[in-house]
């Protein structure tokens, strides 16, 4: 019985003597990275990160780990442990930056959202660098509220941000909110006549109002039971002036739409627009 006692507490003391410290396995590990031995080197973080309390941050091992991880192609163990880290509060942006194209190759927005909220809190030098991350994200989301507010964040003190403008648009137009959408894209006209989005829109937009209240002013012509040559010749007049205001600006849009992105809709919509105003020449352009 004595014997026995003796024999397991010398095993457990060679096991103690023998055992490594979390530093002693970070440091062997950070040599085999150096010399390129990724198996050998995840071996280590694995076993270091098995010595890891809840409690304690040791971010880097975790990151480290998940370094190796990727350059061994296990892209799912490499993403566990770079989440653990910036769970743990790296502040390596690189580390941000892995996380996110692992997530983002997954479609995992979430996780790209974490990753980018981490570098917006940790990494000043990069605000806007994630800011804008984090608005690509949104918009991809259609989710208006966080797009508009990520977007606005930027614009608070970038107040011409040709790509905060472009995302607050966008936004408003998911909340539906199109007048305002339209005041946003104008900004952003303003500021880079060549954006196509912003053409797009405004183009559909005068487009699409002009075609409203040429319908309502015919269905206000039609409701009169026998009208004179007088009304005919105002209904006109008035429909020609609609058409200079909303249809007019709307071709300068959209041609320049047609120039850079060629459609079937843009052209279609061209010559409508064309032949509304009576210009039959520049109509065909677009037959």
């Not at 150096?34 to 080197?41: F, L, W």
């Not at 709307?250 to 739409?257: F, L, Q």
Request: proline share 2%.
């Amino acid at each position: 019985m004595t014997k026995t006692i003796f024999t397991t507490a010398l095993l457990f003391l060679i096991t103690l003597l023998s055992a490594q410290s979390i530093e002693e396995l970070e440091q062997s590990a950070g040599e085999k990275m150096s010399n390129a031995d990724y198996v050998g080197a995840l071996t280590d973080f694995k076993k270091a990160i098995e010595l890891i309390s809840e409690e304690g941050s040791h971010s880097t091992t975790y990151a480290y780990a998940g370094m190796c991880a990727k350059e061994l192609g296990e892209n799912a163990l490499a993403k566990e442990y770079f989440t653990e880290s910036v769970k743990r509060g790296i502040e390596e942006p690189m580390i941000f930056d892995e996380l996110a194209a692992i997530a983002k190759k997954e479609k995992d927005y979430a996780t790209q959202i974490m990753a980018y909220q981490a570098g917006v809190e940790r990494s000043p030098a990069d605000l806007q660098k994630y800011q804008l991350k984090l608005c690509s994200v949104y918009k991809k989301q259609k989710d208006g509220a966080q797009l508009l507010s990520a977007a606005e964040a930027i614009l608070a003190y970038d107040a011409q941000n040709t790509k905060a403008l472009e995302y607050k648009g966008t936004a408003l137009q998911y909340q539906k909110n199109m007048k305002e959408a339209y005041a946003v894209f104008q900004e952003l006209y303003a500021a880079d006549p060549e954006n196509i989005n912003a053409n797009i829109f405004l183009g559909n937009y005068s487009y699409q109002v002009g075609k409203s209240k040429l319908a309502a002013a015919r269905k206000k012509y039609d409701a009169i039971p026998n009208p004179t040559r007088v009304q005919w010749h105002e209904n006109n007049e008035k429909s020609m002036a609609i058409m200079e205001k909303y249809y007019r600006p709307a071709i300068g849009y959209m041609e320049y739409v047609y120039s850079e992105k060629p459609s079937s809709s843009v052209k279609k919509m061209l010559f409508t627009m064309y032949t509304k105003l009576g210009e039959k020449e520049k109509a065909t352009l677009y037959k």
